[in-house]
């Protein structure tokens, strides 16, 4: 019998991919069951982007998609006890009716049970209309360049690709850093790179509120600079306990930009909850121990992004658990400032290992 978590036993270099259709089995790749299943999508999500239909044809597009779907894909996958998985591959389900991007999962079932998340992170255009859609809920500019693998200098605020986001983050949580993101396990063919993750069945609004926890979260994150207002949904957090460590997981992490956190004179928070200056300002305009930044005015705006990224996020954990008041918990703001007074180094830690991965 298997021991722990099934992903940790699955043989990822020898997963198949197959279809069945007309009773004949053909070989295919995880990019042709994405792109034959979400390209239907096209007619909506254009549609979406330019804020030109109603809830009634999106509905029907939605459902135009779904009854049309190709059918019959399924996967071989082997485990390390020489057994083998047959898993039918089937689409996302849960698509919103605004949604401006293509869907980047497929569930792997077996008797209708899913299993497995088969996950394709991407490299969005940088010039398409979804970017620029995303770039207007912010007040200064977020730069585009990892989107075309180019480095990104550490005095501006960038958007952060999934591939590239989620091995830097991997690197903290060896060291010892909470997770903040699933366990995974990469999965590579014709060419391209997918995350295979096991299902999440512990929803964080079904788990006991641990506000040390929550706090762990969202200040991990924001000590590197991560925030990730936009897409976020009390449905994309889960709770993982992975050994003696339990951690808030967002299974949904492709929409986040990173800010620069220049320390210096890092904020704190009170004990009735009203933010305090210590020593000057929330951001340092000039970082004297790595040479002089400028932020300008961004330095405040990008303070307010930290706030009502903060803000939203409880909002969002709060709607799950409503007779709880996070922000004004002792535990919640002991753990979040332990966190934030590191934020300096990780933050410039975390977009050099973002770089890191870009070939020369």
Known sequence: MLEGPLLEHVIVDKISFFRRKHKRKT??????????????????????L???????EREELLNEWWKNRPTGFFATVPLDDGTKLKLALEYRTNIELKTIKYPNIIYLQQDGKTLFILRRPVFYDSGSKHIEVLKRDYRFEVDTSLFDQFPVQRDIAC???????????????????????????????????????????????DAPIDEAIVSKHISF????????????????YFVLNEGNEISIINIDPDLTIWVPRLYGNEESRSDDDEYSEK??????????????????????LYREQFETDEAGYLDCLSELH?????????????????????????????IEKV?????P
């Not at 591939?163 to 995974?184: K, Q």
């Not at 770089?355 to 070939?359: F, G, L, T, Y």
């Open 27 to 48: 070989t295919v790749s995880p990019s042709q069951i994405f792109d034959e299943g979400y390209d239907g999508l096209d007619e909506l999500i254009c549609k979406n």
């Open 322 to 350: 409503p007779s709880s008041d996070l922000n004004r918990r002792e535990k919640y703001n002991q753990t979040r400032s332990e966190l934030l007074q590191y934020s300096e180094q990780l933050s410039h830690e975390f």
């Open 50 to 56: 330019l804020n030109a239909t109603n809830k009634k």
């Open 355 to 359: 770089n890191e991965q870009i070939s």
């Open 221 to 236: 994150l924001h000590s590197m600079g991560v925030i990730s207002m936009r897409d976020r949904r009390s449905s994309h």
């Open 279 to 300: 020593d000057g300002e929330f951001f340092s305009k000039e970082d004297e121990g790595r040479g002089k930044i400028d932020l300008g005015r961004n330095a405040d």
């Open 159 to 205: 958007f952060l690709p999934e591939p590239l986001l989620i091995p830097a983050l991997e690197s903290f949580y060896a060291e010892g850093y909470p997770r903040a993101t699933p366990p995974y396990k990469e999965v590579k063919q014709a060419g391209e790179v997918f995350y295979l993750r096991a299902w999440m069945n512990e929803p964080f609004a």
